[in-house]
């Protein structure tokens, strides 16, 4: 179901411990706990790039990109507001953080969501991510689906 057009909406990176940044993120982190609430609280997060997206100068979206191996980095704090959903919003910020991760020379981008977020998963696969064994701190987490993709240039 759409909601009420976004107008224009602007996608920039942006400080990841910024303001807007930090109230996306508590945004997630409140709807993750509804869906999962025995989750942990999320890591502290060193990304070497985060992108926010804003309509109306409001934040309405935020993706962040984490360096996990040479070649390879994990995309993570995926998240669009509730009322901005609908528009196609996750599928741009994920096609500008492939272009950015691709020119910063990333080959392969890793991906984690949980098995309840239907929504998550099915974009993922949309976009060309292939299921993948879960890696990392993931690895005997009976929630996680985790995904990844090749990035050509």
């Given at each position: ?19 807007d ?5 508590q945004?997630l982190?409140?709807e ?6 025995g989750?942990?609280?999320?890591a502290?997060l ?30 993570k704090?995926l ?35 949980g ?12 976009l ?19 995904f990844e ?5």
């Amino acid at each position: 179901m759409k909601s009420e057009p976004l107008g224009e909406v602007a996608i920039e990176a942006c400080d990841f411990a910024g303001h807007d940044m930090r109230s996306l993120l508590q945004a997630l982190e409140h709807e993750l706990f509804q869906i999962y609430p025995g989750m942990p609280k999320p890591a502290v997060l060193q990304p070497s790039l985060a992108l926010i997206a804003r309509g109306e100068a409001q934040p309405l979206g935020c993706v962040a990109l984490v360096p996990s191996a040479a070649d390879a980095a994990e995309i993570k704090r995926l998240f669009v507001t509730p009322s901005a959903r609908g528009h196609g919003l996750a599928k741009r910020l994920l096609a500008d953080l492939e272009r950015r991760a691709s020119q910063q020379g990333v080959k392969r981008l890793l991906v984690e969501t949980g098995n309840l977020q239907a929504p998550a998963i099915s974009l993922y696969q949309g976009l060309g991510y292939r299921p993948i064994a879960p890696f990392g701190p993931y690895i005997g987490n009976p929630v996680s689906c985790c995904f990844e993709k090749a990035l050509t240039r």
